[in-house]
């Protein structure tokens, strides 16, 4: 079975699509914040990509945070690295017992999901926000994103 379909099918869906290009657009600002502090990860471009995405894609709560939810998750990418830099930091630390490493890279894992859960959070405040600015000043219709 070939899964060309099932990608075709993703990138008809308008959801996927506006939610790919606001994440995308959110993703090299926020790469750059973790590359410019080496620890730290902003999460205000994915507040305007959640802003972006609600404002484009307004067509009820339930397909606002399908939405949001899917640009929050791709502009959090950069927690992946950030996850990754911790386990090869902790990994390679020579003093601590193993078990004591393991419950740490589990701790790390457990605030890297509580990350991008705090990314999304923060897409669906944005994308709220955006569907209120796109109900009172009106909708600019994109071509290929019909409602």
């Known amino acids: 079975m070939s899964r060309t379909p099932i990608h075709r099918s993703l990138l008809e869906d308008d959801a996927w699509r506006v939610a790919l290009i606001a994440g995308v657009a959110a993703l090299p600002f926020t790469t750059a914040s973790y590359v410019q502090t080496g620890s730290e990860i902003d999460f205000g471009p994915v507040f305007y990509a959640g802003l972006l995405a609600g404002y484009l894609y307004g067509s009820g709560a339930t ?8 640009v929050g998750i791709i502009g959090a990418l950069p927690v992946l690295w950030q996850f990754g830099d911790m386990v090869v930091y902790i990994v390679t630390e020579p003093v601590s017992p193993p078990w004591f490493r393991a419950f740490i890279v589990a701790i790390a894992a457990g605030f890297s999901l509580l990350s991008v859960g705090f990314a999304v959070v923060i897409a669906m405040i944005g994308a709220w926000v955006g569907d209120w600015l796109g109900e009172t000043v009106g909708r600019i219709r994109v071509p290929g994103i019909g409602h």
Do not use: P, Q
Not at 63 to 70: E, F, L, N, P, Q
């Open 63 to 70: 397909d606002r945070s399908r939405v949001a939810t899917r």
